[in-house]
């Protein structure tokens, strides 16, 4: 298809695990985000890539996230050592240009529903 | 630091009636203003968007106005559908920032 593709749908994991979850953005789409969507809480925003440099990571909660994107493209979220306090939905969003702030379009993926046991 | 507080859901209403979502916000800078919505079991999609003060966005009989001296935004729409049902988000952009700061949701369900 031709939107935002988040990998794997749902995942459950033990506490301590490692997880990875995946983004496929839009082809072309320069900028990628990641966030987390927890009951109650919102949308957290997490990092942001422009192409494969992530000049904004500051929303990363802990030192077990990590994030990477390779080739402009793909980006892959890393949880180590997971807590149950991570279950949530990761989402991913992908725009155009070097800054949403022409258009303030962010185009979401479904998310990765991750549950911590 | 920047904010975006909206009412808190759920919101019930019949259909055919007004639909009000409140939104205000704490911003530096000069913010712009989006409403993004989450309709089940689908990704976001930006609904309108007003990136300055008295701007009016719109879209899908949705509408909503940049309120400068209440620092508001608040999302409205006179005849609500049961196709309208979904979550709705407040987010702002300001000064430098990359990151779109969202309220925490709405969720809107309208019956028959």
């Known amino acids: 298809g031709a939107g935002v593709s988040q990998s794997p749908s749902n995942k459950v994991t033990e506490k301590g695990k490692d997880v990875e979850l995946r983004c496929d953005p839009i082809?072309?789409?320069?900028?990628l985000y990641w966030y987390r969507q927890s009951l109650g809480q919102g949308l957290e925003f997490l990092i942001y890539f422009q192409g494969n440099s992530a000049p904004d990571k500051s929303g990363l909660p802990s030192d077990r996230f990590s994030a990477e994107r390779t080739g402009g493209s793909v980006s892959t979220l890393t949880i180590q050592r997971t807590q149950q306090e991570d279950s949530a939905v990761y989402l991913c969003?992908?725009?155009?240009?070097?800054?949403?702030?022409?258009?303030?379009?962010?185009?979401f993926g479904e998310g990765s529903r991750l549950t911590v046991l | 630091g920047n904010s975006v507080t909206q009412m808190e859901g759920p919101v019930t209403l019949s259909e055919e009636a007004f639909l009000t979502i409140n939104c205000t916000y704490t911003?530096?800078?000069?913010?712009?203003l989006f409403w993004y919505v989450q309709y089940p079991g689908e990704g976001l999609q930006l609904l309108l968007k007003?990136?300055?003060?008295?701007d009016k966005g719109s879209n899908k009989g949705f509408e909503a106005t940049y309120r400068k001296e209440t620092t508001s935004f608040h999302l409205e729409k006179g005849s609500v559908q049961v196709s309208d049902s979904a979550v709705y988000f407040c987010a702002l952009t300001a000064g430098t920032g990359y990151a779109l700061n969202f309220g925490k949701g709405t969720s809107l369900l309208v019956t028959p």
């Open positions: 911003a530096t800078g000069y913010p712009s």
């Open positions: 969003a992908s725009s155009p240009g070097g800054s949403f702030l022409n258009t303030g379009e962010l185009f």
């Open positions: 007003a990136t300055k003060a008295d």
């Open positions: 082809s072309g789409h320069t900028a």
